[in-house]
């Protein structure tokens, strides 16, 4: 089954930006639907950004609309989410999930099946 690692967190002021990799082992990034979520303090696993591997379409929740780009690099077998603009709002831990294709993209926790370990996102005001 595929391996996923992520990389890129920090911290970082509001208005700033930071670029979240995640690595893909055992698996191609192309033959899975990839999405990010995040999950702040206290507060349940939500969905940001997915795409799909063939079509490169992607879906965002509205709360990143317009300041998070999620692409794929298959040459480098790696996800991207791309955070421009970011909010104190923002922080949280980053996650990147991978499942069987199928259906239209989603942000729907359950139904991906392989999870990394997370990357810590922190914006300060």
């Known amino acids: 089954q595929v391996r996923l690692v992520e990389s890129g967190g920090g911290s970082v002021q509001a208005g700033g930006s930071l670029r979240l990799s995640c690595a893909a082992s055992r698996g191609t990034v192309g033959n899975y639907c990839m999405a990010w979520f995040r999950q702040a303090p206290g507060k349940e696993r939500e969905g940001a950004a997915s795409i799909l591997p063939v079509s490169g379409r992607t879906y965002y929740a509205d709360s990143v609309k317009g300041r998070f780009t999620i692409s794929q690099d298959a040459a480098a077998n790696t996800l991207y989410l791309q955070m421009n603009s970011l909010k104190p709002e923002d922080t949280a831990m980053y996650y990147c999930?991978?499942?069987?294709?199928?259906?239209?993209?989603?942000?729907?926790?359950?139904?991906?099946?392989?999870w990394g370990q997370g990357t810590q996102v922190t914006v300060s005001s």
């Open positions: 999930a991978a499942r069987s294709c199928g259906g239209p993209p989603t942000i729907a926790r359950g139904d991906y099946n392989y």
